[in-house]
Structures are given as C-alpha cells and as structure tokens.
C-alpha cells in the first residue's frame, strides 16, 4: 500500500507510480525479492469496489452496520 511513498523517499521525487510499479522498482534496485503473497495480491478479484465521498462516510458506515 505504501510503496510508491517510500519510492519517493528513496528517490526524493514526487512521481506518483502506482503500487506494482514501485514494488518492481525497488525490489530490482535493492535487490529484493517481493513475497509472492504480496505479488498475488495484484491479480486477485475485487470483491469490493465501493468508493464513498468523505462527506458521505459517516452515513455509510452507519448503513454498513
């Protein structure tokens, strides 16, 4: 989840990479293997697809539950 902010911490740039992208880039630049775990993560089914406004949050989570 975090690793294009830790590529731009690295890299002191303000690229917005998307997440697979910037877990290539570091695991070839530092030489480090990515857990398949997290490598299956990105081909996974979206089971949940909901986007909320934060203005609509609170409502929501009340409907939720």
């Known amino acids: 989840k975090f690793s294009p ?6 890299k002191s740039d303000n ?3 998307r997440d ?3 877990l290539e880039i570091i695991s070839k630049k ?3 293997e990515v857990p398949q775990m997290i490598k ?3 081909d996974a089914l979206v089971l949940h697809n909901c ?3 934060i203005e609509d949050l ?3 989570i009340i ?3």
């Open 58 to 60: 609170e409502k929501e």
């Open 63 to 65: 409907a939720f539950i």
């Open 20 to 22: 697979i992208e910037a």
């Open 15 to 17: 690229i917005k990479y």
């Open 51 to 53: 986007e909320i406004n």
């Open 5 to 10: 902010s830790v590529l731009n911490a690295l």
């Open 30 to 32: 530092y030489n480090i």
């Open 40 to 42: 299956n993560v990105f």
